[in-house]
T-cell receptor, first 115, second 109 residues
Framework: DTGVSQDPRHKITKRGQNVTFRCDPI?????LYWYRQTLGQGPEFLTY????????KSRLLSDRFSAERPKGSFSTLEIQRTEQGDSAMYLC?????????????FGPGTRLTVL | EDQVTQSPEALRLQEGESSSLNCSYT??????LFWYRQDPGKGPEFLFT???AGEEKEKERLKATLTKKESFLHITAPKPEDSATYLC??????????FGTGTRLQVFP
């Protein structure tokens, strides 16, 4: 399967702990996006990269959140000092921008539960 | 502010009963409108991209259309396996997608 992969698929943590998620995009895709989705809502944008460069961060992304994409390949999203409100599905998507077309393909998500 | 509204929130259909889902949007400078299907506990699965008013795309029992203010996803003779949440999203001047809250479709035999 050559789609977007995310690890872990599920994470349960205690409030105050740090967590890190990984996303592997579709090979040769130059853009990588992070979204967050809560129950009954559509995904909400968090941040995105074009190659190694982080181009935009949402106001939703507090100082406790940090994302990296070293070498323009996989990406990690870290949440420090987790809070119960961080419980959500964290989705990664990748795209290959060509001729203005930017179709984003999503991974299976990482379900975070903060106790 | 860019906004996407989907209706209805939930739809129950009998197998074979055709219907339409609505996605209305207000954006500055639409670059593309996207439809995704999402099964419980999984990531969204890409279905269609529409770029300009009047455009239509089809895939099996699904047909997506676009006007200047809204998009429709028509489902013809649905089957139980079409049951899912259907998400609409727009891409405007920024590269991020702005999603609606989705329509939960249930098709029963």
């Amino acid at each position: 399967d050559t789609g977007v992969s995310q690890d872990p698929r599920h994470k349960i943590t205690k409030r105050g702990q740090n967590v890190t998620f990984r996303c592997d995009p579709i090979s040769e895709h130059n853009r990588l996006y992070w979204y967050r989705q809560t129950l009954g809502q559509g995904p909400e944008f968090l941040t995105y990269f074009q190659n190694e460069a982080q181009l935009e961060k949402s106001r939703l992304l507090s100082d406790r959140f940090s994302a990296e994409r070293p070498k323009g390949s996989f990406s990690t999203l870290e949440i420090q000092r987790t809070e119960q409100g961080d419980s959500a599905m964290y989705l990664c998507a990748s795209s290959l921008v060509a001729g203005g077309v930017d179709t984003q393909y999503f991974g299976p998500g990482t379900r975070l539960t903060v106790l | 502010e860019d906004q996407v509204t989907q209706s209805p929130e939930a739809l129950r259909l009998q197998e074979g009963e055709s219907s339409s889902l609505n996605c209305s949007y207000t954006v500055s400078g639409l670059r593309g409108l996207f439809w995704y299907r999402q099964d419980p506990g999984k990531g969204p699965e890409f279905l269609f991209t529409l770029y300009s008013a009047g455009e239509e795309k089809e895939k099996e029992r699904l047909k997506a259309t676009l006007t200047k203010k809204e998009s429709f996803l028509h489902i013809t003779a649905p089957k139980p396996e079409d049951s899912a949440t259907y998400l609409c999203a727009v891409q405007a001047r920024a590269d991020k997608l702005i999603f609606g809250t989705g329509t939960r479709l249930q098709v029963f035999p």
